[in-house]
């Protein structure tokens, strides 16, 4: 019977659980999802077809892999924790077409992985990422010289709220930028704390990032733009003025040199960088020619 169930399922997981004598690791932000209508639903947020190849961070114990797998072509699911090796061998030991890589997806080079696997088509990131390391992963994929088609990532509320604001909301900020610059984002599924084990201590949100069709904000270098986000963001309670001399230096020289620009573009020397949509914030970059 307990064979028949999604590995979500709680008797599953708790089967499971009990079998490998599993106990989560904090140090590795394991919490095990057990929520199997959050799962469908984050399924149903990749809008998966059989063609599709699908990157997963952190498999666990199978729980999502399982339901990727029966909608896409191929499934590789990079797991850093060795001792749930045996355990989705044994979960997942029905499925053909699941590659698990024990590695540390922060540690790969996702270009040379998928040209050695010879991966062609639409490739799409779906992940239950660990809260403690969820910006520095997401800020990895988007510098991969990959355009991945969509990526479907579960992550704290909070971090999720960031990602989608918008220009003049308290959670807007460098991050907000640098992902809305280059894909479209949105919030698809809440996720309370109740759906897994152990239970964390906040919310969970899902977030789809999908490629934009054109690079509507035109930029050229996305290195070079995001450090000049990054300063005008570096001190969110100074004025967008004295993060820029902070950058700039404050000579006489600069000091025009950001004020014109900021007639150019009307905005007011007390205004803050999180009152300017990206456009403005591209504007500046342009005008300043930093």
Avoid at 99 to 105: F, K, R, V
Wanted: proline share 3%; net charge positive; glycine share 4%.
């Amino acid at each position: 019977m307990e064979s028949r169930l999604s590995i979500a399922n709680p008797i599953r997981t708790n089967a499971i659980i009990k079998k490998f004598n599993l106990r989560a690791k904090k140090n590795l932000g394991q919490n095990f999802l057990t929520n199997e209508q959050a799962i469908n639903g984050i399924v149903e947020a990749a809008k998966l077809i059989d063609t599709d190849t699908v990157i997963e961070i952190g498999p666990g114990i199978g729980a999502l892999t399982e339901k990727l797998a029966q909608k896409a072509g191929r499934v590789y699911a990079f797991e850093i924790d060795s001792t749930l090796l045996p355990v989705l061998d044994d979960t997942l030991s029905q499925y053909n077409n699941i590659e698990i890589i024990n590695q540390d997806i922060l540690k790969v080079n996702l270009v040379e992985f998928i040209k050695e696997k010879n991966i062609s088509g639409s490739i799409k990131v779906v992940a239950n990422l660990p809260y403690y390391i969820t910006t520095p992963i997401l800020l990895g994929l988007l510098d991969e010289e990959i355009e991945f088609d969509k990526m479907v990532l579960m992550m704290q509320k909070e971090v999720a709220e960031r990602i989608t604001a918008t220009p003049g909301h308290r959670e807007f900020g460098s991050l907000t930028i640098t992902i809305q610059s280059r894909m479209d984002s949105q919030i698809s599924l809440m996720i309370g704390k109740n759906s897994f084990f152990p239970r964390p201590k906040v919310d969970s949100a899902v977030v789809t990032l999908s490629k934009m069709k054109t690079n509507k904000y035109e930029i050229e270098n996305f290195a070079k733009f995001n450090k000049f986000v990054r300063a005008c963001f570096a001190q969110k309670r100074k004025s967008l003025w004295n993060n820029l001399l902070n950058l700039l230096g404050r000579t006489d020289e600069q000091k025009a040199k950001i004020s014109n620009a900021f007639e150019q573009i009307n905005v007011e020397t007390n205004v803050r960088a999180e009152q300017l949509s990206i456009n403005k914030i591209k504007e500046l970059f342009d005008l300043l020619d930093i």
